[in-house]
């Protein structure tokens, strides 16, 4: 009663035949295969660049967002024909506080902003000069 039926062979199927070998194991890579154990992903680089053909000056920004898209640190700068750059600008932003330098002036302007009711917003703007602080420290 216990009689297994074999299954019969299609003709018409390509047969391999039985294979002796067993089937190459594959070894389980180490933890430490070229990815380190924390790892902190890159941030993205974002480079932007416009002409102005009217003035013939070339306007570039640099930005690169960081801790989770929180805040950005921005460069910006112009360019004429001859090469020059002018009006160059650092900057660190965040969704209510920002800092613009300007590297030529040496100066930066401080903007916060926050929200007191659904329908009341505070902003402030100041601008800090650092002259006296060049000033104190080159004597």
């Known amino acids: 009663m216990g009689?297994?039926?074999h299954p019969i062979p299609n003709?018409?199927?390509p047969q391999s035949?039985?294979?002796s070998l067993p089937p190459p194991a594959t070894a389980p890579l180490p933890p430490s295969s070229g990815r380190p154990f924390f790892s902190v992903p890159r941030p993205a680089i974002r480079v932007t660049s416009e002409f102005d053909s009217d003035s013939s000056v070339f306007f570039h920004k640099v930005s690169c967002r960081f801790?989770?898209?929180l805040a950005k640190i921005k460069l910006?700068?112009?360019n004429d024909h001859s090469g020059e750059i002018a009006f160059p600008q650092l900057g660190f932003l965040t969704k209510h506080f920002a800092v613009l330098y300007?590297?030529?002036s040496r100066n930066a302007l401080l903007r916060g902003s926050f929200d007191l009711a659904n329908?009341?917003?505070v902003r402030a703007t100041h601008d800090v000069k650092f002259s006296f602080l060049l000033h104190y420290?080159?004597?």
Do not use: A, G
């Open 3 to 5: 009689d297994s039926i």
């Open 11 to 13: 003709p018409n199927s």
């Open 17 to 19: 035949p039985p294979s």
């Open 67 to 69: 801790f989770d898209r």
């Open 76 to 78: 910006s700068f112009q």
């Open 102 to 104: 300007d590297l030529e």
């Open 119 to 121: 329908f009341l917003q």
């Open 137 to 139: 420290f080159s004597e």
